[in-house]
DNA sequence: GATATTGGTTACCATGAGGTAGGTATAGAT
DNA sequence: ATCTATACCTACCTCATGGTAACCAATATC
């Protein structure tokens, strides 16, 4: 896996357009961020479609608004659906689609791989301050 | 792999602490900011040392303070090694270590699964609108 | 003595992301 | 007539982030 990098075969980013790769970026961004994350998996877990309400209550922290925002952005990527039933108190159930199980699973892949890693990442971070040769700075 | 999503054995965060769980957050969320992956890349190209000058250069759009910040958070994180030559110009050179390659090429995964599913974000995007059901507001 | 080099740090300013509070629409209950 | 519930949206304020520019240290060079 590292040795693809060693021989110079290492060439993500070249072999798309400037707009793919913005996109596969804002993706990356996005799949990775905060809130998106919490909210694909509480969506997964519910197994079916969820109001917005009970999203809210369980997404701990989260402020209404950018609940919103989070859910329009990942409804805009086809990442889960956004149904509106035009009741009069408005009911709204959000999904997980396909393609958005799939992204949380790869996403997790990787967050098992650094989980796997932490006792190296908290190694890494004691290690620090003596490293260096030379007296100091 | 969705399976696991679909029969409820879907358990990444319940497995770990508090602490591990925000590091590890912490680390998904570095490895897939804007800057510190493209500082690998090219940290990975090199195939071995390069100085911050030589860095700077090929980042193309960072300014020198965000990619001061940037290798430091990195060699906290234990992904690049940072030697300094106490010099009388200063000479400083950085290079990747083994865990930081084997997480460039674990992001790289993800990037390249994102890749290839870039029609589907696509036609997500266009398909918005006319999804749902009710005249609308 | 003035200046360039190298890898920063620091101060200052602008942009934007997030939080809070309030408004909206409408039917049914009181 | 008024209040409640739902899923927002809008305005306003704050705080963090990122950019620019100036400064630093010590030697070598003009």
Redesign the interface.
């Known amino acids: 896996?590292?040795t693809?990098?060693?021989n110079?075969t290492?060439d993500?980013?070249e072999?798309?357009t400037d707009d793919?790769d913005a996109?596969?970026?804002a993706?990356?961004?996005r799949?990775?961020?905060?809130w998106p994350l919490r909210v694909m998996?509480i969506l997964?877990?519910a197994?079916g479609p969820l109001r917005f309400s009970r999203v809210l209550e369980r997404v701990e922290g989260i402020s209404q608004k950018v609940l919103t925002q989070t859910l329009r952005t990942l409804?805009?990527?086809?990442?889960v659906?956004?149904?509106?039933?035009?009741q009069v108190p408005p009911r709204v159930e959000y999904e997980?689609t396909?393609?958005g199980?799939?992204?949380?699973?790869?996403?997790?892949?990787?967050?098992?791989?650094?989980?796997n890693?932490?006792p190296?990442?908290?190694?890494?971070?004691k290690?620090?301050g003596q490293?260096?040769?030379?007296?100091k700075?």
């Not at 799949?31 to 905060?34: M, R, V």
């Open positions: 896996m590292v693809n990098i060693k110079g290492f993500f980013c072999t798309l793919e996109l596969a970026r993706m990356l961004e799949a990775s961020a905060k998996h997964a877990e197994k409804e805009a990527d086809g990442l659906t956004r149904t509106l039933y035009p997980l396909p393609l199980g799939e992204l949380l699973v790869e996403v997790v892949g990787l967050w098992q791989w650094i989980a890693r932490l190296d990442f908290e190694a890494a971070r290690a620090k490293t260096e040769n030379g007296p700075n």
